[in-house]
């Protein structure tokens, strides 16, 4: 049906930057918000940012000024900029996605989430 692909994660040293990227495929209709969420060991999964489809933002206070969702919709893909990254942004790194598929004619509103990337801040 739909497929998220995220990319993007890997190690860092404190003050680095990283940038994901989540692209969704498969038989989209439209897509409507798009989000980012981490989670750290023993933590509950956490909203870090998200977009809608008119391009309004809005970020978690702990990394308001450092972080920056944008989305290209011609591409149907979703990106999270992140710079001066601290060792407490360490974590599994999720996109979501909300959006109507078509489903044999019938457009269908469904919620999506990718398989989950790792940051690692570290020195």
């Known amino acids: 049906q739909v497929q998220l692909v995220e990319s993007g994660g890997g190690l860092v040293q404190p003050g680095g930057s990283l940038r994901l990227s989540c692209a969704a495929s498969?038989?989209?209709?439209?897509?409507?918000?798009m989000g980012w969420h981490r989670q750290a060991p023993g933590k509950q999964r956490e909203l870090v940012a998200g977009i809608t489809s008119g391009g309004s933002t809005n970020y978690a206070e702990a990394v308001t000024g450092r972080f920056t969702i944008s989305r290209d919709n011609a591409k149907n893909t979703v990106y999270l900029q992140m710079n001066s990254l601290k060792p407490e942004d360490t974590a599994l790194y999720y996109c979501?996605?909300?959006?109507?598929?078509?489903?044999?004619?019938?457009?269908?509103?469904?919620?999506?989430w990718g398989q989950g990337t790792q940051v690692t801040v570290s020195s």
């Open positions: 979501n996605v909300d959006l109507f598929v078509d489903l044999k004619g019938r457009r269908v509103r469904v919620n999506r």
């Open positions: 498969g038989s989209i209709f439209s897509i409507n918000a």
